[in-house]
């Protein structure tokens, strides 16, 4: 059974910094991309980051480009999300992705909600000015 546990969120001021973790159990998942997705209520889910699983391939959102670092630690099985400068707009729930099939992610999908099967139970962030 996939299972992915995210951590870290809370409440920052704009300028600040947060660092979150998901920790993803299930051999289903061993070898397969993940991502970072983000939800504010009223909105759709928004694409933040992803990345390979060998961690040689990232993707950003423009809007986070430069601030937030999307990483990995296989032997932990962890993928993390260093957010720093954080923004009012940043404010959101955000959830821990990993792709439906292996494979399913790459350069013309990888901000598609739906080539992503798995998902956390999200992490609320908060940033107050």
């Known amino acids: 059974q996939v299972q992915l546990v995210e951590s870290g969120g809370g409440l920052v001021q704009a300028g600040g910094s947060l660092t979150l973790a998901c920790v993803y159990s299930?051999?289903?998942?061993?070898?397969?991309?993940m991502a970072w997705f983000r939800q504010d209520p009223g909105k759709e889910r928004e694409f933040v980051a992803a990345i390979s699983w060998s961690g040689g391939t990232t993707y950003y959102a423009d809007s986070v480009k430069g601030r937030f670092t999307i990483s990995r630690d296989n032997a932990e099985n962890t993928i993390y999300l260093q957010m720093n400068s954080l923004k009012l707009e940043d404010t959101a729930v955000y959830y821990c992705a990993a792709e439906r099939n292996r494979g399913n992610v790459g350069s013309g999908t990888y901000n598609r909600a739906g080539v992503y099967g798995y998902w956390g139970q999200g992490t609320q962030v908060t940033v107050s000015s």
């Open positions: 299930g051999r289903t998942i061993d070898y397969y991309s």
